[in-house]
């Protein structure tokens, strides 16, 4: 009998888990917290309360894995927010323009991400879950991994053997020390820390909102010298909405009511702040820290037979950059093709860590040379041509403005559709040089996009330069 164990039940491990029942005769999963009947916050999801985007590329994975779990997440309240029509954007280089566009993100709670696709694993009884039970260590060699120490919660120890034992317990890891003291070399991990730190907060949106009321980002601007600091406001399931205000070192937003409202207007524009200044708060301000862009290089280390790290585990970049989810979903579809084709022989491991970095690659190289233009940033890469990337980026972001070709290729690699290599292609490459061509949008042309905003302001605040009826 083949049985597969799993180390950890967040979205990562309970994706890889579906996966692996379907090759395995057993499937468990280790997981130290007990799971809440429907969609509530739960303590082993320290960022449950921040706001959350799942990208159009890792929603289409995440359908792949669990088909259906799309319409599910709509059914339940989730918002599919075009990109290009639906999302008011204010890029590092200015305002984008409405367009029509088929990249998307999907914005909803991260429990009721985490409650549909948990009900979808686990429903059919392949998948087995050990709650309230921690794992502490690895037993085997440094050869072959054969099982995982685990203590459960009245205090009792056993081991928990396995074909494969997989790796999803988050960027608190500690699988590099449990395979060092079985004889492998220390895993090299690589960091970019711009001192990022999030402060959220929930709100009932006010009853003339509209239904389609659109998701506003205010993005931070590297390369200044001074601290980034941005804002993300999205619609939510039950008519809520969720802001996060962001920061970086030196300019990190309050984790307390007092200060919330007025760094919300400190951002590059407020309308954030005017937003949620016609809307009900529904929680406390909760703050979250130690958001840092971090790779441990499993890729590069002779894995053992029986051994897999997947998610965070692997890879974990700053929410900034909205790649998470989408991460683990890859994760498992990469585990999925090599399990149809290898089954769980030899070699396995090796082959599926191989793919997991090559899958995340593109999304690690982005958000680390982007962030090491923060003031203060603590590292230990140095990216050859950093500068001459950034600038690039720049002209990107500033033909973006003007350009839909360049901002439709903008969108396509950012919600994690297409690659990087997207951006290269010759009639992009020949729109950047030209520039955009185009004055840039003023604040209130931006806002003017969307009616939805102009008809909310006419029953509360009034922006300056914006008619009643938004046009």
């Keep these: 009998m083949t049985e597969a164990v ?48 799942l990208m159009a590329g890792g929603a289409e994975a995440l359908d792949q894995l669990l088909p259906g779990t799309v319409a599910r997440l709509t059914a339940a309240g989730a918002h599919t927010l075009r990109m290009g029509r639906d999302l008011l954007t204010l890029s590092s280089e200015g305002w984008f323009r409405t367009f029509d566009d088929e990249s998307y993100t999907i914005a909803c709670s991260r429990p009721l991400i985490d409650h549909i696709v948990r009900g979808q694993v686990l ?20 050869g072959r991994v054969t099982g995982v120490h685990v203590e459960r919660a009245d205090g009792s120890e056993k081991v928990v053997t396995g074909d494969l034992i997989v790796d999803a317990s988050g960027n608190r890891s500690k699988a590099p020390q449990w395979l060092a003291d079985l004889g492998l070399p220390t895993v090299t991990e690589e960091y970019v820390d711009a001192g990022l730190a999030y402060a959220g907060r929930e709100y009932e949106a006010p009853v003339e909102a509209a239904k ?23 619609p939510q399931e039950d008519g809520r909405w969720i802001v996060s205000l962001i920061g970086t070192k030196g300019g990190q937003p309050p984790t307390a009511d007092e200060g919330f409202l007025e760094f919300a207007r400190e951002v590059r524009d407020p309308i954030v702040a005017d937003l949620i200044g016609t809307a009900r708060p ?24 029986g051994f897999l790290a997947i998610g965070d585990a692997v890879m974990v970049l700053s929410p900034n950059y909205a790649t998470g989810m989408s991460m683990a979903a890859f994760g498992a579809l990469a585990l999925r093709t090599r399990l149809k084709t290898h089954g769980l022989r030899p070699g396995l491991s090796r082959a599926v860590q191989n793919d997991i970095a090559k899958v995340g690659l593109g999304s690690w190289k982005a958000a680390s040379t982007t962030d090491l233009f923060f003031p203060e940033v603590r590292t230990n890469i140095t990216v050859r041509g950093a500068g001459m990337q950034q600038n690039m980026a720049a002209r990107y972001a500033r033909t973006a403005t003007a350009n839909e070709n360049v901002l439709r290729a903008v969108y396509e690699v950012s919600s994690l559709r297409s690659p990087q290599s997207r951006l290269m292609s010759l009639p992009i490459l020949a729109a950047v040089m030209r520039g955009p061509g185009k004055p840039q949008l003023t604040s209130d042309q931006a806002a003017a996009q969307f ?5 909310l302001f006419q029953h509360g605040i009034h922006r300056p330069g914006l008619s009643n009826t938004g046009a």
């Design 6 to 53: 799993v180390i950890g039940g967040g979205l990562a491990g309970l994706l890889a888990a579906r996966v692996l029942s379907r090759h395995a005769d057993k499937v468990t999963v280790i997981e130290g917290d007990v799971y809440p009947d429907g969609p509530q916050q739960r303590r082993g999801l320290p960022q449950g309360r921040q706001n959350h985007m």
């Design 212 to 234: 389609d009321f659109p998701g506003v980002l205010i993005q931070t601007v590297p390369g200044t010298g001074l601290p980034g600091k941005g804002a993300a406001f999205m």
């Design 123 to 142: 429903s059919d009884g392949t998948v087995t879950v050990l709650e309230s039970t921690k794992a502490v260590g690895l037993t085997g060699d440094a």
């Design 282 to 305: 529904l929680t406390e301000v909760r703050g979250s820290r130690g958001l840092a862009n971090r790779r441990r290089l499993y890729h590069k280390l002779p894995v053992p037979d």
């Design 451 to 455: 009616p939805q905003i102009g008809e």
